[in-house]
């Protein structure tokens, strides 16, 4: 029975192929927007969540309220004194202060300006970096105190004309420096596009006492997020303000997919417009098809439809256009889902996978099939109420 | 011998604004299980009113229609579809094929809107569409059959849950005259060797005259101003 009435709509379908058409499109839209915007948001979340994995579960990040990312004019906001409390706590392995600004760097005679991060590089810092996967792919890491610079994957092959190499000499804001090593490819443009040396000597070149970040590695047995509660209270009371977070690799990921999620509901709830419009679609070509049909409808009550008969007839019709839409828009979604992720690739911005999942693909044609059949709904109604004399009268 | 279909004293008004147009006025009707009926009129009598009683495609406004002894007034709407669904087949002047769907579908149709399962429908399509004398082109949409051809469908779907009656409005009203006799030949066929009760609706009076007939109704100003029956 069911599979006669899902042929008599296919029938009626195929048989006005444009205007069939023209309806899923509208759905096709929809669909294809909202399928192209969770996965592009999806592969986002998941490439964030590898770079914190890269950071291990036992680092601590202390960072200013405020933000403080590259070109940003906020004061570095910790000092010594600070770098000392956290060394006090009796949980805590060793201290990372950090700072960052931009850079003049001129080489060959020519000037580019970029980013430069002072990092400490004594022995006990250097196995932390070592922990967190940055590895050197050619030379060493800069030693401590001295005029020495590690340069990231992407900045000497792009920052320059002339590639930058190991033994090469660079001015840095006019002083000499020897570059020692290049950095492996992070993954992400910002530290690899970034140029290292030790923090002390940054302290000169970028002109300031103070750091931007700090991190801090926990001895091991210890719970990172009841320690990073720890530091905040202690360095809360020392410098008696909140201006600043002590977070753990998995507690700020938690704070950005909490923003990412905010975003991906947005977007797609715009896109989630433009399915209603579809469904609108839907049901203004099942008025018309009833409207056109109204006689066809006399005959089947005449030979015996009842009026639940009629009504799956139509449901069944608006409910294929919304699946053929909802096939075709996930398609389409995953294509554009997957433009974005080699777009993403070829800028050098962080790598995302657009991956296909099946949740989304099973979620996204079955909700398309339900719009349809949802906006069906009262023209079907409309439909099976008629009566036959008066249907059949109709020409 | 048992009515099949009893319409005693059946008026029905229509609503034409705030004017109440009477289409029938009493009318009374009664064909017996197995006959040949005749209900003639010109247009304006009340021909096609006095055919939507009979089909139970319309309740009457007052009276009783009865179709083998049930009232029909007494039916919901789903149970009066599938008692016309099994108990009366249809054949129209402009034959109502669905133009979507094939020879074959548009006789399995009936088959499909019944409530008890129907094995192997293509098959039995088959095998109706042959009776009637389409067997070939049986996979042909209506839009490529001539109109023989297509009176042809519609009486083999008239057939597809075998009625016991065929009620027939014009069915001959579309055709040339060569191809009307064909197809007044089958009709009568049926009655006389399947033993349906074959109605025909229609204003032509050669239709009263032809040989086997049982009653003929005719129709004036929405009731029977004469009836003959023969034998």
Do not use: C
């Amino acid at each position: 029975m069911i599979q006669d009435y899902l042929r008599i709509a296919l029938r009626n379908i195929t048989h006005r192929k444009l205007r069939s058409w023209l309806t899923a499109i509208g759905i096709i839209i929809g669909v294809a927007s909202v399928v192209a915007l969770i996965s592009v948001s999806q592969g986002m979340q998941g490439a964030i969540e590898e770079q914190f994995e890269q950071m291990g579960t036992d680092t601590i990040t202390i960072t200013p309220t405020s933000f403080t990312g590259p070109g940003s004019t906020a004061e570095a906001p910790f000092d010594d004194g600070d770098v000392r409390v956290i060394e006090r706590i009796p949980e805590i392995d060793t201290v990372l202060p950090m700072m960052y600004g931009t850079a003049k760097f001129t080489f060959h005679n020519q000037d580019s300006y970029s980013y430069l991060m002072g990092i400490p590089l004594d022995k006990e810092s250097n196995k932390v970096w070592d922990d967190i996967g940055w590895d050197i792919l050619e030379g060493r890491f800069p030693e401590a105190g001295k005029k020495e610079v590690g340069i990231g994957y992407l900045a000497a092959k792009e920052m320059f004309d002339d590639e930058l190499r190991v033994k090469n000499t660079i001015m840095v804001n006019d002083e000499k420096f020897k570059i020692v090593g290049i950095a492996k490819e992070v993954g992400n443009s910002q530290d690899d596009t970034a140029i290292y040396m030790d923090v002390d000597v940054a302290k000169d070149i970028l002109d300031q006492e103070d750091y931007n970040m700090i991190m801090a590695k926990v001895k091991p047995g210890n719970d990172a997020e009841l320690v990073a509660d720890k530091v905040q209270r202690k360095l809360e009371k020392y410098r008696d303000a909140e201006d600043f977070n002590a977070l753990t690799p998995s507690e700020i990921l938690e704070q950005i997919n909490d923003i990412l999620g905010i975003i991906q509901l947005v977007l797609v709830g715009i896109a989630a417009i433009s399915l209603l419009v579809g469904a609108i679609g839907i049901m203004n070509t099942m008025y018309t098809s009833v409207l056109e049909r109204t006689k066809e409808i006399g005959i089947m009550k005449a030979i015996g439809a009842s009026n639940n008969a009629i009504m799956m007839i139509f449901l069944a019709e608006a409910g294929i256009l919304g699946i053929v839409g909802g096939i075709v828009g996930t398609i389409l979604g995953m294509i554009m889902g997957k433009g974005v992720e080699i777009a993403a690739g070829s800028s050098g911005f962080i790598p995302l996978r657009v991956e296909i999942s099946w949740p989304l693909i099973l979620g996204a044609i079955s909700f398309a099939f339900l719009i349809g059949a949802l906006s069906g709904t009262l023209p079907a109604l409309g439909a099976a109420k008629l009566k036959p004399v008066d249907a059949l009268r109709h020409e | 011998m048992k009515a099949i279909i009893d319409v005693q004293d059946v008026w029905k008004i229509y609503q034409m604004g705030s004017v109440e147009v009477p289409a029938l006025r009493g009318l009374d009707i009664t064909i017996n299980k197995g006959d040949f009926a005749v209900i003639m009129g010109p247009s304006g009598s009340g021909k096609s009113t006095a055919m939507n009683m009979v089909g139970a495609l319309d309740l009457p406004t007052k009276g009783i229609v009865k179709l083998d002894g049930r009232n029909i007034a007494h039916m919901d709407e789903s149970t009066l579809a599938q008692v016309r669904g099994e108990k009366i087949g249809f054949v129209f002047q402009t034959f109502n094929l669905i133009p979507t769907l094939t020879a074959i579908e548009n006789v399995t149709l009936p088959m499909i809107f019944k409530r008890s399962f129907v094995l192997d429908k293509v098959e039995k399509a088959k095998k109706i569409l042959r009776l009637v004398g389409l067997g070939e082109r049986m996979t042909h949409r209506p839009g490529e059959l001539s109109g023989g051809e297509r009176q042809r469908v519609a009486i083999a779907r008239s057939l597809a849950n075998d009625p016991e009656i065929i009620l027939a409005d014009e069915p001959t009203g579309n055709l040339d005259s060569k191809m009307g006799e064909q197809i007044m030949d089958l009709l009568l066929d049926l009655h006389e060797k399947h033993k349906k009760t074959l109605i025909i609706v229609t204003h032509d009076p050669r239709f009263a005259k032809l040989k086997g007939v049982d009653n003929v109704f005719w129709l004036k100003d929405g009731a029977i101003e004469k009836k003959r029956r023969e034998k």
